[in-house]
């Protein structure tokens, strides 16, 4: 059984930074396209960043060089380092998990998904 549970989300300042993660089970880790992804209330689930089983990354414009996609294989764990947080940022974060990379910004091209951890910036 796939289980991916986020942790690490909290409330902040502009300004700040936090480290979320993503830790996975039931499936071969090492094998997997994961991603992260952010959905803000009333706006559609978007592509955060991505790390393919060859450990190659890919970003969202609006997040390159404040956030970094990281993964320990080892602990079958996922981690997202957010930098600079604006108020913009302030969503539900959800790790995202599937045996192909796609169209990596894509929800529909993942098959598992976590329940996700809030993260709130105040300005």
């Known amino acids: 059984q796939v289980q991916l549970v986020e942790s690490g989300g909290g409330s902040v300042q502009a300004g700040g930074s936090l480290r979320l993660s993503c830790a996975a089970s039931g499936f071969t880790y090492s094998r997997y396209c994961m991603g992260w992804f952010r959905q803000a209330p009333g706006k559609e689930r978007e592509g955060v960043a991505v790390i393919d089983s060859n450990g190659s990354t890919n970003y969202a414009d609006s997040v390159k060089g404040r956030f970094a996609i990281s993964q320990d294989n080892a602990k079958n764990t996922l981690y997202l380092q957010i930098n600079s947080l604006k108020p913009e940022d302030t969503a539900m974060y959800y790790c995202?998990?599937?045996?192909?990379?796609?169209?990596?910004?894509?929800?529909?091209?993942?098959?598992?998904w976590g329940q996700g951890t809030q993260v709130t910036v105040s300005s």
């Open positions: 995202a998990a599937d045996q192909f990379c796609g169209v990596w910004w894509y929800r529909w091209s993942y098959k598992y």
